[in-house]
């Protein structure tokens, strides 16, 4: 089971940036994926996870900015992230399992972050 997360960067408050999360060894049609998110000096954090039947959930900090995808075919994972604040900045991290959740206990496998520094 491998993930690689991409598409991190630095942008201007405001800004969008969309990563991505290839997956690998595994149907990611049959699992669950999730993002989350560490910024130094804090806990890593749930951000928002896309369930096998089409559901999603958002932590509130991210609702109505973010937006999570998936395109089975390609066994990728996507974090649409609109309206960018410097409280985004953070290591970004996908991951996945059989149940969706927002905490990052619930999750065996992870990818490795990217980072995201939203400042002007």
């Known amino acids: 089971v491998q993930l690689q997360a991409s598409g991190g960067g630095l942008v201007q408050p405001g800004g969008s940036l969309r990563l991505s999360c290839a997956v690998s060894?595994?149907?990611?049609?049959?699992?669950?994926i999730a993002w989350f998110r560490q910024a130094p000096g804090k806990e890593r954090e749930g951000v928002s996870c896309?369930?096998?039947?089409?559901?999603?959930y958002y932590a509130d900090s991210v609702k109505g900015r973010f937006t999570i995808s998936r395109d089975n075919a390609k066994n990728t994972a996507y974090l649409q992230m609109n309206s960018l604040k410097s409280e985004d900045t953070a290591a970004y991290y996908c991951?996945?399992?059989?149940?969706?959740?927002?905490?990052?206990?619930?999750?065996?496998?992870w990818g490795q972050g990217t980072l995201v520094t939203v400042s002007s």
């Open positions: 991951a996945t399992d059989t149940i969706c959740s927002l905490y990052a206990a619930d999750f065996a496998s």
């Open positions: 060894g595994f149907t990611l049609q049959y699992y669950t």
């Open positions: 896309s369930g096998t039947d089409g559901s999603t």
